[in-house]
């Protein structure tokens, strides 16, 4: 049996079934096992490739699997259909043979005739798998791999045309890219010792096409530089911070914006990084011992606090909202099965309390920087608009909507708001 497959078949199986997170599942699996390079890149490929096709795989089990079965046997099944049809170096015969064998270890001995016999079926009947050949709701969703609810909501705000480019832009992997931290070396001096590329869109991104295992990158692991995607790493310039300012960054972890907004401050100053979990807090910390910087206080504070706890102390505060993710879902294979409709509904109104209270902790004339990594209206314009509606001392400076098709990096959203 292979083991790669196996590792896989559990990942999948626990982050459907358990609510746990793919990369957390996978850097757990590649820590505890010894796999060379090649076998770590097998490994994501298939965890990620099959969370990303999930709802059509799972269109495509329906067709012939008709009775109810375990949930172990779901995720064996889920991985076999992407080997089967959506990769090009893996033999069919070998994708049967393998989850018949994993079946056995993973469901038992009647699960791995019933995965067999799935198999066989669909191997006998690739008829069966026809999609609409239409623009229809349900044909855009199979093709291109996201559920139907997110392909209503992107035809809502965005159109046909623009749906259909941004449901493509969404299945192409994005690139690594690295923030290098400028308070221990520049972006020319790393990369004349390291191999990478400038990032075309912000001064101090790099991106790094070929590596190995992020945890034995020396650069990482020495602070030399942080993962951050060209999206994130813009909102820390658009925010501007100055040297010895007061800045609040008020959904912080794990810390990425928070430790840009320091470099960018030469680490002189102070910035307030609040989460309301420990665990988080912890991250935050570590990310900035990591990276040499002494300015950020991590604190355990809810966000819609912030207000009443630093009533009109900072120069610059940052809500980085918490949101739906419908921006990076390049990025995020399994967001497309954490998400909910009803879930998305309920957000505006989270959004509009924390940036209301943020804003009484700002200074008449400090800046204020609302984004998220959404591209839905109703989290982005509508809260805004909302807030600068009830505001009158609060003036809108800019704001720009990203998106993956058009721009090139994530999907992300922001406001810039100064203070009167």
């Not at 093709?143 to 209503?152: A, G, L, Q, R």
């Not at 890219?177 to 990478?196: C, G, H, Q, Y």
Request: aromatic content about 10%; glycine content about 4%; overall charge positive.
């Amino acid at each position: 049996m292979d083991k790669i497959r196996f590792s896989a078949v559990k990942i999948i199986f626990n982050v459907t079934e358990k609510n746990s997170f793919a990369n957390v599942e996978i850097s757990k699996i590649l820590r505890e096992n010894n796999f060379s390079d090649l076998d770590r890149r097998f490994l994501t490929e298939l965890v990620h490739g099959t969370l990303k096709k999930i709802s059509t795989i799972d269109w495509i089990i329906e067709k012939f699997a008709e009775k109810k079965f375990d949930k172990k046997i779901l995720a064996v099944l889920r991985l076999g259909i992407f080997q089967i049809f959506f990769t090009d170096k893996i033999p069919k015969f070998a994708a049967v043979n393998e989850s018949v064998e994993i079946a056995k270890k993973f469901c038992g001995i009647g699960a791995s005739k019933f995965v067999n016999g799935v198999f066989r079926n669909i191997l006998r009947n690739p008829e069966k798998i026809k999609f609409p050949d239409d623009d229809s709701v349900e044909s855009l969703a199979l093709k291109n791999f996201h559920p139907i609810w997110i392909v209503k909501l992107f035809l809502q705000e965005f159109g046909l045309e623009n749906t259909k480019k941004i449901l493509i832009a969404n299945n192409i992997e994005p690139p690594l890219s690295l923030r290098v931290n400028t308070l221990k070396i520049s972006r020319e001096d790393f990369l004349k010792k390291f191999p990478a590329e400038k990032s075309k869109i912000v001064s101090d991104g790099i991106i790094l096409k070929n590596h190995g295992a992020l945890d034995n990158f020396l650069p990482l692991k020495n602070g030399f530089c942080q993962v951050q995607d060209e999206s994130s790493m813009l909102i820390a310039h658009f925010l501007n911070p100055e040297e010895n300012n007061f800045v609040i960054d008020c959904c912080a972890a794990p810390g990425g914006k928070s430790t840009h907004i320091a470099e960018l401050m030469k680490n002189r100053g102070k910035i307030i990084a609040c989460d309301i979990y420990e665990q988080k807090i912890k991250k935050i910390s570590e990310n900035a011992k990591r990276l040499g910087i002494k300015i950020i206080e991590p604190i355990l504070l809810d966000a819609r606090k912030i207000g009443e706890k630093f009533f009109e102390k900072a120069d610059r505060v940052l809500v980085d909202a918490p949101c739906s993710g419908l921006g990076v879902i390049r990025r995020k294979s399994d967001l497309r099965l954490k998400k909910n409709f009803d879930e998305i509904k309920k957000l505006p109104t989270l959004q509009l309390e924390i940036l209301e209270s943020a804003a009484k902790s700002l200074k008449r004339g400090g800046i204020l920087i609302y984004s998220t990594c959404t591209i839905l209206k109703s989290e982005n314009d509508d809260v805004v608009e909302k807030f600068l509606s009830k505001n009158k001392n609060f003036e809108l400076i800019e704001k720009k909507l990203f998106l993956p098709h058009v721009d090139g990096t994530d999907g992300f959203f922001f406001a810039k708001i100064k203070k009167f």
